[in-house]
DNA sequence: ACCAAGTCTGTACAACTGTACAGTAACTGA
DNA sequence: TCAGTTACTGTACAGTTGTACAGACTTGGT
């Protein structure tokens, strides 16, 4: 129940309340979906009272776009991370994707919250593949105009090219686990693990 | 509020209240999933009182787990309406991929709660993935009892393959639509649509 | 005709949900 | 030092949830 320790300047955990509650938010929707994940869960997990969640976020609603808008602000630095200018343009495209697929594979929160969010179909409440898309629109953009991307397809295209090859492995695999878990009691469970291949054709 | 009507026979919509509760809840959980449907709206849609539902199937889980069991033997009957006999062996494992594939384009119910369900990842509660993978299971044996299916992998490989392939784009599917339109502004809306490319190499 | 079984309704309830709010503690700048 | 803003707690509340249960209607067998 101790607040912000008395004396001594930051917490040992040196996160805002407002920063620790969107961090918990991410985690629990990532692991159980937003509806199975209550305030009061959020709040044990960040360490303070449904009380401030309420005083910060002030609805469940907003909270839920808040982690969406941080999940976006991460792809967005990292994007940034690879400049246009960092090095030859032939080599930018390959050089940013990979920092995605890095980031992504250290936060597994974000990863699942992505499957949930995004194959969710009808419930689209919030516009989070909207801003992916966009921002996915602004690489393309970029990389157009540094004369690397090719301008035989429409933007809309190589778009939905990127963002499927960069999540649709990772959507999948999971299943992809599951499934082989359930034969490695028949064959030895040390084989080399099926490897996907996710693509589209226009 | 009328109950099965008073004199004549079944009533016009021929299924049992059992049935329809659970045709209902299939519909619901596939549209809002599990947790965001409640009883009361399964009810309602299925013309019943939440009495009912408690009286047939007792609780939530257990009606969960008929939808999942109903799920499952829809994939058996429609392997089972390509028997092994009847026609040529060499084709007899496309004929019933195809089955499945028609069976699952007209039932976009089953397909939405099957990617709920199997892309949950750590929420497993039941054994589906269990289920469908011994069915696919069997069927590899069988081809492979009549010679068919190559033996250079494992059952296990074959039916990660099978299943992989036969979801795997009915999964990502939505994702690529939603993206689609988001361009759809932009471009004329009447390109022709982004083709998926799933499978997976061992 | 009668009884047992099955189908179905309506009401009730405790647990949990998101939200509201009054109050307390800490920090800020003047 | 003091006032104002911000961070935070604890309690309260109305709505919804899954489940329980008592009773009414219908049906099938003897």
Same mark, same amino acid.
């Given at each position: 129940?101790?607040?912000?320790?008395?004396?001594?300047?930051?917490?040992?955990?040196?996160?805002?309340?407002?920063?620790?509650?969107?961090?918990? @938010? =991410?985690?629990?929707?990532?692991?159980?979906?937003? &509806?199975?994940? /209550?305030?009061?869960?959020?709040? !044990? %997990?960040?360490? #303070?009272?449904?009380?401030?969640?309420?005083h910060h976020?002030?609805?469940?609603?907003?909270?839920?776009?808040?982690?969406?808008?941080?999940?976006?602000?991460?792809?967005?630095?990292?994007?940034?991370?690879?400049?246009?200018?960092?090095?030859?343009?032939?080599?930018?495209?390959?050089?940013?994707?990979?920092?995605?697929?890095?980031?992504?594979?250290?936060?597994?929160?974000?990863?699942?919250?992505?499957?949930? @969010? =995004?194959?969710?179909?009808?419930?689209?409440?919030? &516009?989070?593949? /909207?801003?992916?898309?966009?921002? !996915? %629109?602004?690489? #393309?953009?970029?990389?157009?105009?540094?004369?690397?991307?090719?301008?035989?397809?429409t933007v809309?295209?190589?778009?939905?090219?990127?963002?499927?090859?960069?999540?649709?492995?990772?959507?999948?695999?999971?299943?992809?686990?599951?499934?082989?878990?359930?034969?490695?009691?028949?064959?030895?469970?040390?084989?080399?693990?099926?490897q996907l291949?996710?693509?589209?054709?226009?």
């Amino acid at each position: 129940m101790a607040r912000r320790l008395p004396g001594a300047g930051p917490p040992a955990n040196d996160l805002t309340g407002k920063a620790r509650i969107r961090n918990a @938010a =991410l985690d629990l929707f990532a692991e159980q979906g937003v &509806d199975a994940t /209550s305030l009061r869960a959020i709040a !044990s %997990a960040a360490g #303070v009272t449904v009380g401030l969640i309420v005083h910060h976020y002030g609805t469940k609603e907003v909270l839920r776009e808040a982690v969406e808008l941080a999940i976006v602000d991460r792809f967005s630095e990292t994007i940034a991370s690879v400049p246009l200018g960092s090095r030859p343009v032939d080599q930018i495209a390959a050089a940013r994707d990979e920092a995605v697929a890095e980031m992504l594979s250290t936060n597994r929160a974000i990863v699942d919250y992505l499957r949930r @969010a =995004l194959l969710d179909g009808s419930a689209e409440r919030g &516009d989070l593949v /909207s801003r992916l898309s966009q921002l !996915s %629109a602004q690489q #393309v953009h970029d990389l157009r105009a540094a004369g690397v991307a090719s301008t035989k397809h429409t933007v809309g295209d190589q778009v939905v090219t990127i963002m499927v090859r960069q999540l649709g492995r990772l959507f999948l695999q999971p299943l992809v686990d599951r499934i082989s878990r359930e034969f490695d009691d028949d064959m030895g469970p040390s084989r080399t693990p099926p490897q996907l291949i996710v693509d589209v054709s226009h």
